[in-house]
């Protein structure tokens, strides 16, 4: 008997649905199954208030969580930094595809980078980190809150209503449209979100597929597990004004991690780094069981990361209320 074809289920956006699809046509030709395509509408979707007002945490994730737990998909994908970091009772994070590009860019008129932008110019994001880390490296900037789409973002530019937007790389390469983009900005000044540039292939307990390891980058996992460390151990939310970036090298974790403030009058920010040793982990196989959030090593390294900026005052910044 043909095997029923694989459910995997997505938000309904065209990123979401072209990055979904790329991973599915991997997990079913592993598989050797056909698949289907599932487009589940989220809160963060349907609800176009600023993120800020409806919260990060979960909002274009919670209704396809609730799909796959009962079972109307059998697999979903997330853009991790969308995921929160406390697991989901009932499911499992089965995989973690290699990582594209963590870095955020800049797109903005006339070809120009950030140091470029004139005194005043307006710059678009809905995310509190890159509002604080504009206000640190162009407080003479004025950061505007915005939400949509790709198109709908650089729309904001080419239409002239705004000077700039900055966008995550990996959306733009995924979606093709990297050509927009006018300078990249590096991860040692402007560190992202956790998990930024990575999917999360979640699946339920028990559920068997070892065609799923096919997708699962043993290296990108351990990253991107101690970034969500970080920001579990601060006690942050993913729209919290922090940023986490982790790599492994040679069997060796490396973790920096910065803490910024918020109000539009100051520039402050905790910073810590941190390395240790790890051993990458081996790809899931037969029923799947619920997992820790990190490996031992690689909690421990984040663990020194968190007590570093917890002494440094992280969590005053962490509680200031957004300005």
């Known amino acids: 008997m043909t095997p029923a074809p694989l459910r995997i289920g997505t938000r309904g956006s065209k990123l979401a649905v072209a990055q979904t699809t ?3 046509e991997r997990i079913a030709d592993a598989a050797g199954r056909e698949f289907e395509i599932a487009r589940v509408s989220t809160h963060g979707d349907v609800n176009r208030a600023s993120l800020k007002e409806i919260g990060g945490q979960g909002v274009f994730a919670t209704e396809l969580r609730e799909a796959l737990a009962a079972g109307e998909v059998d697999i979903a994908v997330h853009s991790l930094k969308d995921l929160p970091t406390v697991p989901a009772p009932g499911l499992v994070l089965a995989a973690h595809p290699e990582r594209a590009d963590a870095r955020d860019v800049l797109v903005a008129r006339d070809g120009l980078g950030l140091a470029d932008l004139p005194a005043g110019a307006r710059v678009g994001t809905g995310s509190p980190r890159r509002i604080a880390q504009l206000r640190r490296a162009r407080p003479d900037v004025t950061p505007v809150d915005i939400r949509g789409n790709i198109d709908t973002r650089i729309g904001f530019v ?9 966008l995550a790389a990996a959306g733009l390469v995924r979606f093709d449209r990297e050509r927009v983009i006018t300078e990249m900005l590096p991860l040692d000044v402007f560190p992202t979100a956790p998990g ?7 699946v339920r307990e028990g559920f068997e597929l ?13 990253a991107v597990e101690a970034e969500r460390a970080v920001l579990n151990g601060l006690d942050a939310g993913c729209q919290a004004p922090v940023g986490v970036h982790a790599e492994v090298v040679d069997g060796v974790l490396s973790i920096h991690g910065v803490v910024y403030g918020l109000d539009a009058g100051q520039s402050t920010r905790c910073e810590a780094r941190a390395t240790g040793p790890v051993t990458l982990p081996a790809p899931a196989t037969g029923a799947l069981t619920a997992r820790p959030m990190a490996s031992d090593d690689v909690l421990a390294v984040a663990r020194l990361v968190v007590e570093d900026l917890l002494q440094q005052g992280a969590g005053r910044l962490i509680a200031e209320p957004y300005a």
């Not at 239409?159 to 900055?166: P, Y």
């Not at 930024?196 to 979640?202: D, F, I, P, R």
């Open 196 to 202: 930024q540039g990575a999917l999360a292939v979640e």
């Open 158 to 166: 080419t239409s002239g209503e705004l000077d700039a937007v900055v």
């Open 210 to 222: 070892d065609a799923l390891g096919a997708v699962d980058c043993a290296a990108t996992r351990t």
């Open 22 to 24: 790329q991973i599915a």
